[in-house]
């Protein structure tokens, strides 16, 4: 009966993005289904899923264009609750990556039609990768054009701004990389 009652979910996504376009159809439904079934919607748009990748839900994909092409999701990945991916340029995350809840990777910059675009704030956009086996904490912000190294850490609440070397421990606005220590600077007393 569970296997019936998922597979109805997934057409209702399906059957959404029909009727009322892919913005209010899938992105908005993410939301509503059960987490198995987050990486097999995401795969049927488009994105690069690996195998047992796991997606709480609700996950807000942003800036898809139609496609979730601009995603990869490598084996073994975990992507917690109220995650924002914005999918204007490319996302890799690695294989074993953990992304805890309400992360948020954004990879453009848009000021609209505000005068910061006069004052020197063009829109711009830039890929981001997270390499494998690197743990991203709670509500932190990875901007444009970041790349975080293989296995490194990023505290909660950071603001990434910069490129995190692989084993890196990184916490704070704006990360900073910290020296040797017990992991209280980073939450996890």
């Known amino acids: ?9 997934y057409l209702s996504v399906l059957f959404s993005r029909r009727v009322w376009g892919f913005e ?17 919607i995401l795969r049927h748009y488009g994105a690069s899923v690996g195998d047992d990748v796991r ?33 204007k340029q490319k996302i890799e995350i690695g294989a074993r990556v953990t992304l805890a809840m309400r992360v ?35 509500g932190a912000i ?15 609440a950071s603001l990434v701004r910069h490129d995190v070397p692989a084993g890196a421990r990184v916490a704070g606005v704006p990360a900073r990389e910290l020296g040797p220590g017990t992991g209280a600077e980073l939450g996890n007393s």
């Open 1 to 9: 009966m569970r296997a019936l009652l998922r597979e109805i979910e």
């Open 104 to 138: 948020t990777i954004i990879t453009h910059m848009d000021v609209g039609r505000s005068s910061w675009s006069e004052r020197g704030y063009p829109a711009s956009s830039a890929p981001v990768t997270i390499g494998d086996d690197a743990y991203i904490g709670a």
């Open 24 to 40: 209010r159809g899938a992105c908005a439904r993410l939301g509503c289904v059960t987490s198995r079934l987050v990486p097999r």
């Open 142 to 156: 990875i901007l444009p054009g970041v790349r975080i190294g293989a296995g490194a850490l990023v505290g909660a």
């Open 55 to 87: 997606v709480a839900s609700p996950l807000v994909v942003h800036n898809a264009e139609r496609t979730f092409a601009n995603l990869t999701l490598k084996d073994g990945t975990y992507i917690g609750r109220d995650c924002l991916i914005d999918l």
